[in-house]
């Protein structure tokens, strides 16, 4: 018993065990947290409790501020800034490899090569057919077969074209909605932003705020290159590149043109989206002029020559695209008008055996283009660099993605490593708060006792 | 460093995942044979393999085209064989109607009857076809190169050339305009025909014999041609096939999987996925939840 109070001990006694089974309760607030998306670890920052100094005189006086038990000042939550920043420059670069390599992946699955049914190989084949023409230009099936072939070579031209459109509508579904995810997860923060000030203002720690706020960061950093700044209230403040998207409580909404306009987007699935977009765009317009470029050459060579009823002066190949590409009905109606000779005198027929022109149209196979697009090339040679190019394309990004994916693994460890839960760890605690609390228990049995004591002294 | 049970999880599964997609992609090279199944497997070997198709194809078509070219050489080739076979036949007539200077008019007769029926024989080899094309009418396939019942046997094709292409950059010309060959045979044979008919033996002797020798040698130095023609297209199909064979083990080379690195490949990314699912299995087994009572 000092002189402090006769049952200042019970006091002590009732801090520590209030304070031990608040602990404890830390401990099992991470244990059941122990696998939630975003948790990070608590703990209970416990201080000791304010002092009492005796105010009677006597020898006690120069025993000073007696102990007046155990407090708990906050709960602590784990996290590393640092590593939060890093592991979100990760998530951007990864997101960018990522978004490219699935919609490029998505452009590659269409244009299927190399294989026999692309469109090198009904080139080659609508190519070779002509020169079979030329072996025996009186047999109509023949010219039929040629004329076919030129349809086959139409109908892969127009049908990877209409694959790649609706790829293209998928994959600017997939930018809207990326860029609606910007705009939402923005609004989240900005709301998160709210209630943090206010709780940080009542003097609170709303430890399951930041985790909320941190995970939206996090996913905001999936789809673009974010910056974050923290502010004196408590809130942050979210931007790409130099637009900012979340001030305090207010939030500024971002299109896509928005933030290329700017050269803000370096980063993120949306940056990888779009870029995917930029490239099949890329890869359709070549497709076209490719399309065009052997519409023009063969038509050209084709109007010069007269089918075998000196009809002369037909396109072999209508359209104005790649998917509009089609082969001329009148040719498809009645081979005998592939014009695979050229008369000897304007209007006449030619001779049966005349196979000059189909063979003019042959050679184009290997002609060098000299103007346009495709300038410098064959046309088969820019169809092999366009596949390659592509196939390039998609190949670094998959290469870079697993890069980015290990950067991501390793700081996804560390940040585990702060701010995770170790369930050994935990039981470690566990058992040394249950202690705690046994011994806090003890004190305060130990003071009834003495208590006791008193009271029996007096009867 | 501190390691979470979270981390510890979701590592096993990235990489569970991992060694079973590597296993997966080994198992889709063999099964499917092709080392290159999309353009971004290898796009360098993806330009050469699209190239190599592409030339392996032309080279289909050369051969194509030499076959068609080799036959239509061979008929028109055995076509002029029975041709000079019927020159020989008329040669022997003009001797015998030379030697046998009887002024007999049923003999005359006789073998003026031979020389027509051999130059109708002769007219029908010249309007001979292969799929309607025909051998000797130059480019005017359609037409029958001469008209059997026109006695002065008018040419009645083009000189135009039928052409294959049998190689890169090689275009054979593989018809003989028929007026070439053709008309000074009927010419000599129609003289023939006219000097039995006369009588005219100093003429047979004369002309006559001498006109079916320079007749056969016209065909022959014709067939000879051919001959030289059909020894191009053999050797060069032979070196279309060559350099075929040449081009299909290079696109092989490129595009195809080697079995042996590929197996034993597919031995090793079994054995890490058996190791990862059998770390998986062992994993998180203890921890002090098991000790405390």
Same mark, same amino acid.
């Given at each position: 018993?000092?002189? *402090?109070?006769?049952?200042?001990?019970?006091?002590?006694?009732?801090?520590?065990?209030?304070?031990?089974?608040?602990?404890?309760?830390?401990?099992?607030?991470?244990? $059941?947290?122990?696998?939630?998306?975003?948790?990070?670890?608590?703990?209970?920052?416990?201080?000791?409790?304010?002092?009492?100094?005796?105010?009677?005189?006597?020898?006690?006086?120069?025993?000073?501020?007696?102990?007046?038990?155990?407090?708990?000042?906050?709960?602590?939550?784990?996290?590393?800034?640092?590593?939060?920043?890093?592991?979100?420059?990760?998530?951007?670069?990864?997101?960018?490899?990522?978004?490219?390599?699935?919609?490029? &992946?998505?452009?590659?699955?269409?244009?299927?090569?190399?294989?026999?049914?692309?469109?090198?190989?009904?080139?080659?084949?609508?190519?070779?057919?002509?020169?079979?023409?030329?072996?025996?230009?009186?047999?109509?099936?023949?010219? $039929?077969?040629?004329?076919?072939?030129?349809?086959?070579?139409?109908? *892969?031209?127009?049908?990877?074209?209409?694959?790649?459109?609706?790829?293209?509508?998928?994959?600017?579904?997939?930018?809207?909605?990326?860029?609606?995810?910007?705009?939402?997860?923005? &609004?989240?923060?900005?709301?998160?932003?709210?209630?943090?000030?206010? $709780?940080?203002?009542?003097?609170?720690?709303?430890?399951?705020?930041?985790?909320?706020?941190?995970?939206?960061?996090?996913?905001?950093?999936?789809?673009?290159?974010?910056?974050?700044?923290?502010?004196?209230?408590?809130?942050?403040? *979210?931007?790409?590149?130099?637009?900012?998207?979340?001030?305090?409580?207010?939030?500024?909404?971002?299109?896509?043109?928005?933030?290329?306009?700017?050269?803000?987007?370096?980063?993120?699935?949306?940056?990888?989206?779009?870029?995917?977009?930029?490239?099949?765009?890329?890869?359709?317009?070549?497709?076209?002029?490719?399309?065009?470029?052997?519409?023009?050459?063969?038509?050209?060579?084709?109007?010069?020559?007269?089918?075998?009823?000196?009809?002369?002066?037909?396109?072999?190949?209508?359209?104005?695209?790649?998917?509009?590409?089609?082969?001329?009905?009148?040719?498809?109606?009645?081979?005998?008008?592939?014009?695979?000779?050229?008369?000897?005198?304007?209007?006449?027929?030619? $001779?049966?055996?005349?196979?000059?022109?189909?063979?003019?149209?042959?050679?184009?196979?290997?002609?060098?283009?000299?103007?346009?697009?495709?300038?410098?090339?064959?046309?088969?040679?820019?169809?092999?660099?366009?596949?390659?190019?592509?196939?390039?394309?998609?190949?670094?990004?998959?290469?870079?993605?697993?890069?980015?994916?290990?950067?991501?693994?390793?700081? &996804?460890?560390?940040?585990?490593?702060?701010?995770?839960?170790?369930?050994?760890?935990?039981?470690?605690?566990?058992?040394?708060?249950?202690?705690?609390?046994?011994?806090?228990?003890?004190?305060?049995?130990?003071?009834?006792?003495?208590?006791?004591?008193?009271?029996?002294?007096?009867? | 460093?501190?390691?979470?049970?979270?981390?510890?999880?979701?590592?096993?599964?990235?990489?569970?995942?991992?060694?079973?997609?590597?296993?997966?992609?080994?198992?889709?090279?063999?099964?499917?044979?092709?080392?290159?199944?999309?353009?971004?497997?290898?796009?360098?070997?993806?330009?050469?393999?699209?190239?190599?198709?592409?030339?392996?194809?032309?080279?289909?078509?050369?051969?194509?085209?030499?076959?068609?070219?080799?036959?239509?050489?061979?008929?028109?080739?055995?076509?002029?064989?029975?041709?000079?076979?019927?020159?020989?036949?008329?040669?022997?007539? =003009?001797?015998?109607?030379?030697?046998?200077?009887?002024?007999?008019?049923?003999?005359?007769?006789?073998?003026?009857?031979?020389?027509?029926?051999?130059?109708?024989?002769?007219?029908?080899?010249?309007?001979?076809?292969?799929?309607?094309?025909?051998?000797?009418?130059?480019? =005017?396939?359609?037409?029958?190169?001469?008209? =059997?019942?026109?006695?002065?046997?008018?040419?009645?094709?083009?000189?135009?050339?039928?052409?294959?292409?049998?190689?890169?950059?090689?275009? %054979?010309?593989?018809?003989?305009?028929?007026?070439?060959?053709?008309?000074?045979?009927?010419?000599?044979?129609?003289? %023939?025909?006219?000097?039995?008919?006369?009588?005219?033996?100093?003429?047979?002797?004369?002309?006559?014999?001498?006109?079916?020798?320079?007749?056969?040698?016209?065909?022959?130095?014709?067939?000879?041609?051919?001959?030289?023609?059909?020894?191009?297209?053999?050797?060069?199909?032979?070196?279309?096939?060559?350099?075929?064979?040449? %081009?299909?083990?290079?696109?092989?080379?490129?595009?195809?999987?080697?079995?042996?690195?590929?197996?034993?490949? %597919?031995?090793?990314?079994?054995?890490?996925?058996?190791?990862?699912?059998? =770390?998986?299995?062992?994993?998180?087994?203890?921890?002090?939840?098991?000790?405390?009572?």
């Amino acid at each position: 018993m000092s002189n *402090v109070g006769t049952f200042f001990g019970l006091n002590i006694g009732r801090s520590a065990l209030l304070t031990s089974s608040a602990a404890q309760d830390i401990v099992g607030n991470n244990i $059941a947290n122990a696998d939630t998306d975003g948790y990070s670890v608590q703990s209970a920052d416990i201080v000791a409790g304010p002092v009492t100094t005796t105010g009677l005189s006597g020898s006690f006086n120069s025993m000073g501020q007696f102990g007046n038990g155990v407090a708990m000042a906050k709960i602590n939550r784990a996290r590393d800034m640092y590593l939060d920043q890093s592991l979100r420059d990760a998530l951007s670069r990864q997101g960018t490899q990522n978004g490219a390599k699935a919609g490029l &992946t998505e452009v590659q699955n269409n244009v299927n090569e190399p294989s026999s049914t692309g469109i090198s190989s009904a080139m080659t084949s609508f190519f070779n057919s002509l020169s079979d023409v030329q072996n025996n230009p009186e047999d109509t099936g023949i010219r $039929a077969t040629a004329v076919g072939k030129a349809q086959q070579l139409a109908q *892969v031209f127009s049908s990877t074209q209409a694959g790649l459109d609706s790829t293209r509508v998928q994959m600017q579904a997939q930018v809207d909605n990326d860029v609606e995810n910007v705009n939402s997860l923005a &609004t989240q923060i900005a709301n998160l932003n709210v209630e943090i000030n206010r $709780a940080t203002a009542l003097g609170q720690q709303p430890n399951t705020l930041l985790d909320q706020r941190d995970v939206a960061l996090d996913n905001l950093s999936k789809l673009a290159n974010i910056k974050t700044s923290a502010q004196p209230d408590g809130s942050v403040n *979210v931007s790409i590149g130099g637009t900012q998207i979340v001030s305090g409580s207010t939030t500024n909404t971002v299109t896509l043109a928005s933030l290329t306009a700017n050269g803000d987007l370096k980063d993120g699935s949306l940056a990888g989206d779009a870029s995917a977009l930029t490239d099949l765009a890329d890869y359709q317009t070549k497709m076209d002029d490719l399309a065009n470029e052997i519409m023009g050459q063969v038509n050209a060579v084709h109007k010069t020559g007269a089918g075998l009823d000196g009809t002369t002066g037909l396109d072999l190949f209508t359209g104005t695209d790649a998917r509009t590409m089609s082969v001329n009905s009148v040719i498809v109606a009645d081979p005998n008008k592939l014009a695979v000779g050229v008369p000897t005198t304007a209007g006449g027929k030619p $001779a049966t055996g005349d196979a000059s022109n189909i063979l003019a149209m042959y050679n184009l196979k290997d002609k060098v283009i000299t103007a346009g697009p495709l300038s410098g090339q064959t046309m088969q040679g820019f169809y092999t660099n366009m596949v390659t190019e592509l196939g390039q394309k998609v190949s670094n990004a998959a290469n870079m993605s697993s890069a980015s994916s290990a950067s991501v693994k390793q700081l &996804t460890a560390q940040k585990a490593s702060v701010s995770g839960v170790n369930l050994d760890e935990e039981m470690t605690n566990m058992i040394k708060y249950q202690r705690a609390y046994q011994a806090a228990a003890k004190i305060i049995t130990t003071n009834a006792d003495m208590l006791d004591m008193l009271i029996g002294m007096v009867k | 460093m501190r390691i979470t049970e979270a981390l510890m999880t979701e590592n096993l599964i990235s990489n569970t995942g991992s060694s079973s997609a590597s296993y997966n992609n080994t198992l889709n090279q063999l099964s499917s044979g092709k080392r290159i199944n999309q353009a971004s497997d290898d796009p360098a070997g993806t330009a050469k393999a699209l190239a190599l198709q592409g030339m392996i194809s032309d080279m289909d078509q050369y051969s194509r085209n030499s076959d068609s070219a080799k036959s239509f050489l061979q008929y028109s080739d055995s076509q002029l064989g029975s041709v000079t076979n019927l020159i020989q036949q008329a040669r022997q007539v =003009a001797v015998a109607a030379a030697n046998g200077a009887t002024g007999d008019s049923t003999t005359q007769a006789a073998y003026s009857a031979q020389v027509d029926a051999i130059i109708n024989q002769i007219t029908q080899l010249a309007n001979s076809d292969i799929n309607g094309r025909r051998l000797f009418s130059g480019t =005017a396939t359609n037409t029958d190169a001469f008209d =059997a019942s026109d006695a002065t046997h008018a040419y009645k094709g083009n000189s135009g050339a039928l052409n294959a292409q049998i190689a890169p950059g090689v275009s %054979l010309q593989i018809n003989t305009p028929g007026d070439s060959v053709f008309s000074g045979i009927f010419s000599s044979l129609e003289a %023939l025909k006219s000097d039995i008919q006369n009588g005219n033996y100093t003429s047979i002797s004369n002309n006559g014999i001498a006109g079916m020798d320079s007749s056969l040698n016209a065909v022959l130095t014709t067939r000879a041609t051919i001959g030289n023609k059909l020894n191009q297209v053999s050797d060069t199909a032979d070196r279309i096939q060559t350099s075929q064979l040449s %081009l299909q083990d290079q696109l092989s080379t490129v595009e195809d999987v080697d079995l042996a690195t590929t197996y034993a490949n %597919l031995q090793l990314a079994q054995n890490v996925y058996q190791a990862s699912l059998s =770390a998986t299995s062992k994993a998180l087994q203890y921890s002090l939840v098991d000790y405390i009572k």
